[in-house]
């Protein structure tokens, strides 16, 4: 089986102030993949990121870095310096390979509210 | 490139009527297609999994014969809710594994469809 904790709800934070955002997995798998999705109040969801299981390398592309941690099972998300346009849910999910037609278990996301 | 696209955005209709949400990829061609559904402040549940030319696999809990669906073409999948009740009320959100993708696991999503059942 496959689970994806994501345990703050709903965050709110001054603009400008950073965001610290948790994702805790569970897979049998050695081989599997994480993704972070940012959903607007629009309700698409905008993918951010893919980290396959092989590669720990920490990533930043621009306001936003990722911290991924095979040992405690994270992959948390950072937003640095958060803007109005950061309020959003954002979501963690999983993929196992070979699970089932390659299935996304998403967390249960947390919802961003960036006060200006 | 690798846009998915889903129709309508909106759709309101009475209790009892039939209601059909397209997802289309427009620049390449799906093998697997994903149908979720999404209520208010919740995370995406996944419905079922739809191959191109099999029948669909429906996760526990969901009606195959109130939720059809039909990957007909390696672009298109259709998800029909018959007889819908207010209870369906919600996001629809499709997403398409790219054939010809260098990763098998890379899922595009749609924008959604906001069903509302009066």
């Known amino acids: ?116 | 490139g690798a846009v998915v696209s889903q129709h309508p955005s909106r759709v309101i209709c009475k209790s009892g009527t039939s209601v059909k949400i397209e997802c289309r990829s427009l620049d390449f061609q799906a093998t697997t297609m994903f149908w979720y559904r999404q209520f208010p402040k919740q995370s995406l549940m996944l419905m079922a999994t739809s191959n191109e030319g099999s029948k669909a696999t429906y996760e526990q809990g969901v009606e195959k014969d109130k939720f059809l669906i039909n990957h007909a073409s390696l672009t298109l999948s259709t998800l029909t809710v018959t007889s819908a009740h207010p209870e369906d009320s919600s996001f629809y959100i499709c997403s398409a594994v790219d054939r010809g993708g260098g990763s098998s696991y890379e899922q595009y999503f749609g924008p959604g469809t906001r069903l509302t059942v009066t």
């Open chain 1, 1 to 116: 089986a496959q689970k994806v904790t994501q345990a703050q709800t709903e965050i709110s934070v001054v603009e400008k102030e950073d965001v610290t955002l948790d994702c805790v997995y569970e897979t049998r798998d050695t081989t599997y993949y994480l993704f972070w999705y940012k959903q607007p109040p629009s309700g698409e969801l905008v993918f951010l990121i893919r980290r396959n299981s092989f590669d720990e390398q920490n990533e930043i592309s621009g306001r936003y870095s990722w911290n991924f941690q095979k040992s405690t099972s994270s992959f948390n998300f950072t937003i640095t310096a958060s803007q109005v346009v950061d309020s959003a849910v954002y979501f963690c999910a999983l993929i196992q390979r070979g699970y089932g037609n390659n299935r996304l278990a998403f967390g249960k996301g947390n919802q961003v509210v960036v006060i200006p």
